[in-house]
T-cell receptor, first 114, second 114 residues
């Protein structure tokens, strides 16, 4: 089944404790992206990757890192999480970076930083 | 800069009645527009998109959307609402640059009343 998977689905952590949220897609997609969803703000893009070893900042990159060493994986790294990073995170992918390509979303990761 | 506005946080409609969820956009160049739906505790699911061509776009689950260039709108519609349509709906516009980045509205919560 074609899908985007994220792990973990739920995470409660404490301020300053490094964490990684994994994202993987099995559709051989070139483009991948991370979003965060906050009430009243919709989804905002954190980082995106147009292909392997190519990453770029979205609208709200502060406090986050990403890497794209393999085509299928696009982990989101929080080196020193803070409470304002408590949010619902979504990974997405599309076949290419072409404007017409539909993005497919993972199930989400709910992160709470205490 | 591109932006999307969903003027209604909440829309209530009786089962069997037609529904409309409003979206207006601002983008330089030709717009690529999308609707996504989010059911409770789930990721975003693609409903439909407008790229070019016919202004009336048909999508999943009986939804359709009408692109209106003069009013810069892309309203989501369905002739007869179902209780199972109750969810959070997001309108999005594609970045007008070369990257495949989506800009989302803040979402509209649709409640279909039995």
């Amino acid at each position: 089944e074609a899908q985007v998977t994220q792990n973990p689905r739920y995470l409660i952590t404490v301020t300053g404790k490094k964490l990684t949220v994994t994202c993987s897609q099995n559709m051989n997609h070139e483009y991948m992206s991370w979003y965060r969803q906050d009430p009243g703000l919709g989804l905002r893009q954190i980082y995106y990757s147009m292909n392997v070893e190519v990453t770029d900042k979205g609208d709200v990159p502060e406090g986050y890192k990403v890497s794209r060493k393999e085509k299928r994986n696009f982990p989101l790294i929080l080196e020193s999480p803070s409470p304002n990073q408590t949010s619902l995170y979504f990974c997405a992918s599309s076949l290419t970076a072409q404007r017409a390509d539909t993005q497919y979303f993972g199930p989400g990761t709910r992160l709470t930083v205490l | 800069a591109q932006s999307v506005a969903q003027p209604e946080d909440q829309v209530n409609v009786a089962e069997g009645n037609p529904l409309t969820v409003k979206c207006t956009y601002s983008v330089s160049g030709n717009p690529y527009l999308f609707w996504y739906v989010q059911y409770p505790n789930r990721g975003l699911q693609f409903l439909l998109k407008y790229i070019t061509g016919d202004n009336l776009v048909k999508g999943s689950y009986g939804f359709e959307a009408e692109f209106n260039k003069s009013q810069t709108s892309f309203h989501l519609k369905k002739p007869s609402a179902l209780v199972s349509d109750s969810a959070l709906y997001f309108c999005a516009v594609r970045d007008s640059t070369g990257a495949n980045n989506l800009f989302f509205g803040t979402g509209t919560r649709l409640t279909v009343i039995p």
